[in-house]
Nanobody, 116 residues
Framework: QVQLVESGGGLVQPGGSLRLSCAAS????????MRWYRQAPGKEREWVAR????????NYADSVKGRFTTSRDNAKNTLYLQMNSLKADDTAVYYC?????????WGKGTLVTVSS
């Protein structure tokens, strides 16, 4: 059974940084590309970043490019999202995601609030 558990969210001031983690279990983590999504209050969930199974390639939404970096440690079955230069518009619940066997699997998310 796929399990994804996000952590690391919290309250941060504009311009600050946070690092999110996603602990994965129940599947062969190193075999799958992973994604980050976010959902701001009153808005639809949007894709943020993607990383290939071995971590050799990443892609980002234009809204976070140059500020966010995703990485993974396949030995620890953990996905990361380093978020720098945070803005109020980055306030959202952040989710990690894996597409496996024709299904999307999601964690419960972690809340990031950017406010002074």
């Amino acid at each position: 059974q796929v399990q994804l558990v996000e952590s690391g969210g919290g309250l941060v001031q504009p311009g600050g940084s946070l690092r999110l983690s996603c602990a994965a279990s129940g599947f062969s983590f190193s075999s799958y590309a992973m994604r980050w999504y976010r959902q701001a209050p009153g808005k639809e969930r949007e894709w943020v970043a993607r990383i290939t199974s071995a971590g050799g390639s990443t892609n980002y939404a234009d809204s976070v490019k140059g500020r966010f970096t995703t990485s993974r440690d396949n030995a620890k079955n953990t996905l990361y999202l380093q978020m720098n230069s945070l803005k109020a518009d980055d306030t959202a619940v952040y989710y990690c995601n894996v597409w496996k066997e024709g299904m999307d699997h999601w964690g419960k998310g972690t809340l990031v609030t950017v406010s002074s």
